[in-house]
């Protein structure tokens, strides 16, 4: 009060503060992608640990590391701006790779 | 001398193109041959299923998990420190590739804690055919995962010693590299810890 600010005044700038810097922090794609792919691993490792992997936890890791892959090679990577359009093809080719061999893994294991 | 000028320009755009090409060029090679070391893998699976899931049962999945997250962490970090090149704040990006780097030395850290205790354990890399793959794909990828923490180390010296045009091209190669390293971990994680 000495200085014209009550406490509730101060925990109000707090507030806003904390909302803009978390404003900001969701604004770059970076950010969001690094959440995301924290919460997708810890998703998979839940998946695994906690609950019995069956077809659907089997199925459930191989879309969720498929999307892992995906936003790396987009978010991180940025393939879709840096490299020539010819790789960004190679990199579409290898994740879909990569899923196809998933799935392959998986359809042996149920005797598709 | 205007004529000469453009030259330079030309030319050292040429040299930023070309380290860059080589970068993905590498990066493609390298992804190319984890895809046959995954088909591989895979076809050997299918042919002694029970054993694989039987040895697959005695990897910490906890340590693989950690480690998921230190290479997205610092893959991200990575990332935020190019950016902040970009937006010409040197200092925040030393800051960030520190960052990196020290999620790098925890990754190589535990990598090599998960090796101790296999080892103790009795588990080798002549063991059976899934500790064979199992060794193999993590060590390629061990000694990836070295080579990109001497490249940053670079990048953090080019960036300690001179903040110059020159820094930007050498960051976003060695970040196209450091990144590949976390999209091949993100296969290896779940192929080898937990599909079964």
Same mark, same amino acid.
């Given at each position: 009060?000495?200085?014209?600010?009550? $406490?509730?005044?101060?925990?109000?700038?707090?507030?806003? &503060?904390?909302? /803009?810097?978390?404003?900001?922090?969701?604004?770059?794609?970076?950010?969001?992608?690094?959440?995301?792919?924290?919460?997708?691993? %810890?998703?998979a490792?839940?998946?695994v =640990?906690?609950?019995?992997l069956?077809?659907?936890g089997t199925f459930?890791i191989i879309?969720?590391s #498929?999307?892992?892959?995906?936003?790396?090679?987009?978010?991180?990577?940025?393939?879709?701006?840096? #490299?020539?359009?010819?790789? #960004?093809?190679?990199?579409?080719?290898?994740?879909?790779?990569?899923?196809?061999i998933f799935f $392959?893994f998986f359809?042996?294991q149920?005797?598709? | 001398?205007?004529?000469?000028?453009?030259?330079?320009?030309?030319?050292?755009?040429? $040299?930023?193109?070309?380290?860059?090409?080589?970068?993905?060029?590498?990066?493609?090679?390298?992804?190319?041959?984890?895809?046959?070391?995954?088909?591989?893998?895979l !076809?050997?699976r299918?042919?002694?299923?029970?054993?694989f899931i039987?040895?697959q049962?005695?990897?910490?999945?906890?340590?693989? *998990?950690?480690?998921?997250?230190? @290479?997205?962490?610092?893959?991200?970090?990575?990332?935020?420190?190019?950016? !902040?090149?970009?937006?010409? #704040?040197?200092?925040?990006?030393?800051?960030?590739?520190?960052?990196?780097? @020290?999620?790098?030395?925890?990754?190589? &850290? *535990?990598?090599?804690?998960?090796?101790? =205790?296999?080892?103790?354990?009795?588990?080798?890399?002549?063991?059976?055919?899934?500790?064979?793959?199992?060794? @193999?794909?993590?060590?390629?990828? &061990?000694?990836?995962?070295?080579?990109?923490?001497?490249?940053?180390?670079?990048?953090?010296?080019?960036?300690?010693?001179? %903040?110059?045009?020159?820094?930007?091209?050498?960051?976003?190669?060695?970040?196209?590299?450091?990144?590949?390293?976390?999209?091949?971990?993100? /296969?290896?994680f779940p192929l080898l810890y937990l599909l079964r």
């Amino acid at each position: 009060m000495a200085y014209g600010r009550s $406490s509730m005044d101060c925990s109000i700038s707090i507030v806003i &503060f904390v909302k /803009v810097m978390v404003m900001k922090f969701y604004k770059n794609i970076v950010n969001v992608a690094w959440i995301t792919l924290i919460t997708i691993t %810890f998703l998979a490792w839940l998946i695994v =640990e906690e609950m019995n992997l069956g077809l659907w936890g089997t199925f459930a890791i191989i879309i969720l590391s #498929a999307l892992k892959v995906n936003i790396v090679s987009r978010v991180f990577m940025e393939v879709k701006t840096a #490299a020539l359009p010819a790789y #960004a093809i190679f990199f579409k080719a290898w994740i879909f790779a990569v899923v196809i061999i998933f799935f $392959s893994f998986f359809a042996y294991q149920r005797g598709l | 001398m205007k004529k000469n000028y453009e030259d330079v320009v030309i030319n050292e755009h040429l $040299s930023t193109d070309s380290k860059s090409s080589g970068v993905w060029i590498f990066v493609s090679i390298d992804m190319a041959i984890f895809l046959l070391f995954f088909i591989v893998f895979l !076809s050997e699976r299918n042919n002694n299923v029970s054993l694989f899931i039987s040895s697959q049962e005695h990897l910490n999945i906890t340590i693989g *998990f950690i480690n998921t997250v230190f @290479l997205i962490t610092s893959s991200w970090l990575v990332a935020s420190a190019i950016q !902040s090149i970009r937006r010409n #704040a040197p200092h925040k990006s030393i800051l960030l590739l520190n960052l990196a780097l @020290l999620f790098g030395f925890l990754f190589v &850290f *535990f990598k090599l804690y998960e090796y101790t =205790e296999k080892f103790n354990a009795g588990i080798s890399i002549i063991g059976n055919y899934f500790y064979l793959f199992y060794f @193999l794909l993590t060590f390629i990828h &061990f000694a990836h995962v070295i080579g990109g923490i001497v490249a940053l180390f670079i990048v953090r010296r080019n960036l300690v010693t001179s %903040f110059d045009e020159k820094v930007l091209p050498v960051a976003e190669v060695v970040g196209v590299y450091w990144h590949m390293v976390d999209l091949l971990w993100i /296969v290896l994680f779940p192929l080898l810890y937990l599909l079964r």
